[in-house]
């Protein structure tokens, strides 16, 4: 599932073709897709979470926790998987995550809620991620 790194698209034009409409705005556009709307807000489903651009692994689904914020929330990632940016649009404060192996936009990072006993929620559209469930 996971696309070798000579498939890997280089320009937006690859990424265009690869992907849907909608996931091309979200994934490449930094869109976000709007609340309650996606397909992994509720799931409980065992099995793991991969970036739906490039397939590397991002969460396992022990991770998924429920915030109540209409989008899955993580309050962890696989070591590496994730990277932060800062991202100061809309007038707000916000650290936005991207896949760290094919740059794109995941959803954003929030610290200090106590949703869970890790204090991280990372707020992910449904449209950036794909669940592998597993098959044990
Ligand atoms: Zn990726």
């Known amino acids: 599932m996971t696309l070798p790194d000579s498939e ?8 265009r073709v690869r992907l849907s409409p909608d996931e091309f705005r979200v994934l490449r ?8 709307t996606g397909e992994y807000v509720d799931t409980k489903t ?5 970036c739906r ?4 692994e991002l969460y396992p689904s022990d991770t998924k926790f429920d915030s109540h914020c209409g ?6 990632a696989i070591p590496g998987a ?8 809309l007038g707000m404060r916000r650290t936005e995550i991207r896949c760290a192996r094919c740059d794109s936009h995941l959803g954003h990072v929030f ?6 006993p890790k204090d991280t929620r990372h707020c992910v559209n449904s449209l950036s ?7 044990t």
């Open 82 to 89: 994730i990277k932060e940016i800062e991202d100061n649009s």
């Open 111 to 116: 610290r200090g809620e106590g949703f869970t």
């Open 29 to 36: 556009e930094h869109g976000t897709e709007p609340a309650w």
């Open 8 to 15: 890997l698209p280089r320009t937006e034009d690859e990424w």
């Open 53 to 56: 651009a490039c397939g590397v």
């Open 129 to 135: 991620i794909r669940l592998d469930p597993s098959t």
């Open 46 to 50: 065992a099995g793991m979470y991969r």
């Open 71 to 76: 989008w899955p929330s993580f309050d962890d």
